[in-house]
């Protein structure tokens, strides 16, 4: 199957600054994307999604930009706090409901 | 509301044996998919049930099988265990139509010995 890719592994960012995590996925099909945050001892949590007919969603404090000619998507969180130290995974949408996931960011917040 | 829960939270296992995993999903969600986690990587596909039917499945081999019972749990089984199989299994469950994505259960830490 198609597979999801993070451009960085590990990203540390002051406490209050802002943080972009991106990434490339490789199928042009994919038309749904999930941005998850899964912290040491826990399963990944939803944090927003984006359909393909889209190129900007916003959230509370995060924002997910969709770049299809490039096949990019990046995860903005602004403002960003100790809580948000954790592991981000971009997953893809391509065929039915199965969600191909990348190998994952490490976000550390330094206080 | 209960989210999706998972038990046993840990296993440890010899090589050669089975194991079945159970997942309780999110009330209102008729969809189960379940997810190996080893360390350091992201979860990858494993199967998915709805309706008691798997119906999709990933690049695992027939060791890994599945059960969805009319009320929605479903059952994760692994035989003839290798070491290889040494992971965080996680169960996600869903809608169907897949709207909102996953809910994730805190996962079944599984070591293969």
Known sequence: GESVGLHLPTLSVQEG????INCAY??????YFIWYK?????????IIDIRSNMDKRQGQR???????????????????QP???AVYFCAENFTGNQFYFGTGTSLTVIP | DAGVTQSPTHLIKTRGQQVTLRCSPKSGHDTVSWYQQALGQGPQFIFQYYEEEERQRGNFPDRFSGHQFPNYSSELN?????????????????????VGGYTFGSGTRLTVV
């Open chain 2, 78 to 98: 692994v035989n003839a265990l290798l070491l290889g199989d040494s992971a965080l299994y996680l169960c996600a469950s869903s809608l169907v139509e897949g």
């Open chain 1, 38 to 46: 899964q912290e040491s001892g826990k399963g990944p949590q939803f």
């Open chain 1, 26 to 31: 490789s199928n042009s099909a994919s038309d």
């Open chain 1, 83 to 85: 809580g948000d130290s």
């Open chain 1, 62 to 80: 995060v924002t997910v930009l969709l770049n299809k000619t490039v096949k990019h998507l990046s995860l903005q969180i602004a403002a960003t």
């Open chain 1, 17 to 20: 600054d802002n943080s972009i």
